[in-house]
């Protein structure tokens, strides 16, 4: 058999493991490449070392070719034969360890998956975090700005209370179950006499005048829940009594257990004053119908029985018994005249002068005439007239009778007594455009259930013989047809704080200097 030619298969076997080596280092490099640009990917890392186990076994089975063909060509057979052992064990070692690395490489696949998988479902519950955290964010912002509108319209709804609690005229109070107040509006501790400091050591037992009237609020307020439009009396801290309207509404815990009530209490002593003297007008308005009345109808016999005592009188001396009975029906007759010229007075059938006068005149000429009496009976008087008095339209004979009146009723108040001091006084009330008179007296007062009766015709508290019971009567007529009121005092309070006397409050209205001049140039013509 004739031999082949062995140098194409040797050159082949030569270039073979030279590309070989080339082509591992290639791969080696390029699989560090991948593992520099994704250090974190398995399937990089294990590619690296697959071809770094490649390259030793292309450098150990190329170096085998090429040192076997280089030793056989010089003709070193034998060197080869030691050498061949170890070239081919080292090459079989490399081989297994690339079947290994070959072989692991499923088992890194499914590891690489599972961690992908892994990360991929730690990578959607990352994505479910952020998108939870982002609501939570947006829901934080909504909250913080729902939480900053809440906060806006409770501090508008308290500003809105505090003013009411601040600003109202009436008296708005809250209270704790144990009946003490544990707050109350400035109108409150105003209308009570009390000052500020005083709201939270006050009770409900120290401003309500009857203990059964508290007994009653605190029953209904516990049993319905509320109080309304309740009449009440309050005491001051002067110990005066005010009328108020109470309406309550009580506080009750989740439990339903009674802790406290919240109240407003609105002052009626005024409306009520009001009230009372309406009704006191329309009785003295009907009584002054029937005195009317009765005056003309006993005022026609009673001038015929004093007309024909005196010409009786005539008839017989004056020292003769019918003499002197005909003096005594004469002089009963005349008083019983000045009786029924009284109630004419009281009924205002009489007319009325209609003139521009200064008050401070017209009690100048009262005092003129009472002061001598007044001093006898040791009743100092003190006056206090202002010097800038409106005028007022008016009688002056008629608010003269007026104030003789008032001034007679004050000495006979301190005449009991021994003396006293008597106050006159006159101002300017801008507010009601009226010029106030004052006649204070510090004798006995009048008893609290009579002041309401003091202006009764045929009322008097004097003995027998001492008075008619029509002057009061008379002068509260004459101010009402000056236009003007009279307002009562009794225990009054001085100067000095004292509550002593009685003081009789004459208002009247003033008028214009326009109507002044106009009242001038009419009585000028006349």
Avoid at 224 to 233: I, T
Avoid at 274 to 282: T, V
């Amino acid at each position: 058999m004739t031999s082949l030619p062995m140098l194409p298969a040797i050159l082949m076997d030569m270039a073979g493991s030279v590309v070989i080596i080339v082509l591992s280092f290639l791969s080696l490099r390029y699989a560090w490449l991948l593992i520099r640009k994704q250090p974190e990917n398995f399937l990089w890392g294990f590619l690296f070392y697959f071809c770094l186990t490649l390259v030793c076994f292309s450098v150990s089975r190329a170096v085998g070719h090429l040192l076997k063909q280089i030793l056989l060509i010089l003709g070193n057979k034998e060197q080869w034969q030691v050498l061949a052992p170890f070239s081919g064990g080292f090459n079989t070692l490399l081989m297994v360890s690339l079947a290994a690395v070959s072989v692991y490489y499923h088992k890194g696949i499914e590891g690489y998956h599972a961690i992908q998988r892994k990360a991929s479902s730690l990578k959607n519950a990352n994505c479910k975090l952020e998108i939870s955290a982002n609501k939570l964010q947006q829901l934080n912002a909504d909250l913080e700005k729902m939480v900053e509108i809440r906060t806006q319209k409770l501090s508008a709804s308290e500003k809105k209370f505090r003013n009411f609690f601040t600003n109202s005229k009436d008296m708005v109070y809250f209270c704790d179950s144990s009946n003490r107040l544990v707050n109350m509006n400035s109108a409150g501790l105003e209308m009570l006499g009390y000052p500020m400091e005083e709201d939270q050591k006050l009770t409900l037992h120290n401003i309500f005048c009857n203990e059964e009237d508290l007994e009653n609020y605190l029953e209904t307020i516990v049993a319905v829940g509320f109080v309304e439009d309740l009449e009440v009396e309050f005491l001051r801290a002067d110990r005066t009594v005010i009328y108020v309207l109470l309406s309550a509404t009580a506080v009750f815990d989740k439990n339903r257990v009674f802790t406290g009530c919240e109240g407003i209490a609105k002052d009626l002593t005024r409306v009520r004053t009001m009230m009372e003297q309406l009704a006191s007008s329309e009785k003295m308005a009907s009584v002054g119908q029937m005195a009317a009345g009765v005056a003309h109808e006993i005022n026609t016999p009673l001038g015929v029985i004093l007309g024909y005592s005196q010409l009786m009188m005539d008839d017989f001396t004056p020292e003769s018994e019918e003499g002197q009975s005909l003096v005594v029906i004469e002089r009963q007759a005349k008083a019983c005249r000045k009786i029924v010229a009284d109630l004419l007075k009281f009924s205002r059938q009489a007319e009325s002068a209609r003139e521009n006068i200064l008050v401070n005149e017209v009690l100048t000429d009262v005092l003129a005439v009472t002061e001598h009496s007044l001093n006898m009976d040791h009743i100092n008087v003190h006056r206090d007239f202002s010097k800038d008095e409106p005028t007022i339209i008016g009688d002056t004979e008629k608010l003269r009778q007026v104030f003789v009146n008032f001034i007679n009723n004050a000495h006979h108040a301190m005449e009991e007594q021994g003396g006293g001091d008597l106050f006159i006084s006159s101002h300017y009330e801008k507010e009601s455009n009226r010029v106030v008179t004052t006649i204070r007296d510090t004798g006995h007062g009048i008893p609290e259930d009579v002041v309401a009766k003091i202006f009764d015709p045929f009322f008097t508290t004097k003995s027998v013989g001492k008075g008619t019971g029509l002057g009061l009567s008379v002068s509260y007529g004459i101010i009402q047809e000056h236009g003007g009121i009279i307002e009562v005092e009794s225990p009054a309070r001085g100067k000095d704080g004292k509550m002593q006397g009685t003081a009789f409050h004459v208002k009247l209205p003033a008028i214009s200097v326009e109507q002044v001049s106009v009242n001038e140039n009419k009585s000028d013509t006349k």
